[in-house]
C-alpha cells in the first residue's frame, strides 16, 4: 500500500513571499537550537521553499547574521 503525502500549505507559497536574508528572526525558526537547518518534514515547507530557505539561511551566515553553531552547553 503507498503511503500518502501530506499536503503542505506554508505560509510563503500561496502569499508569494520569500525568505530574506535580512529577516533574521524568521529565519531563527527555521533552525534547531544547535544551530542545524530544521528538515521540510518539520518545518512543513514545500521543496521550492525549503531550498529558498536553506540558501538565504546560508547567505546570513556568511554574512555574520546568524551563526554557524551554537554552543551547547
Known amino acids: 500500500m503507498r503511503k500518502r ?4 500549505n506554508t505560509q510563503y507559497c500561496p502569499d508569494g513571499r520569500c525568505f530574506d536574508y535580512k529577516d533574521v528572526e524568521t529565519l531563527k525558526r527555521y533552525i534547531s537550537e544547535t544551530g542545524k537547518i530544521k528538515p ?5 515547507n514545500c521543496a521550492r521553499c525549503q531550498r529558498e530557505l536553506a540558501r538565504e539561511i546560508k547567505r546570513a551566515r556568511h554574512l555574520a547574521m546568524l551563526p554557524f553553531v551554537v554552543a551547547v552547553d
Do not use: L
Open 5 to 8: 503525502g501530506r499536503n503542505r
Open 40 to 44: 521540510r518534514r518539520q518545518t512543513g
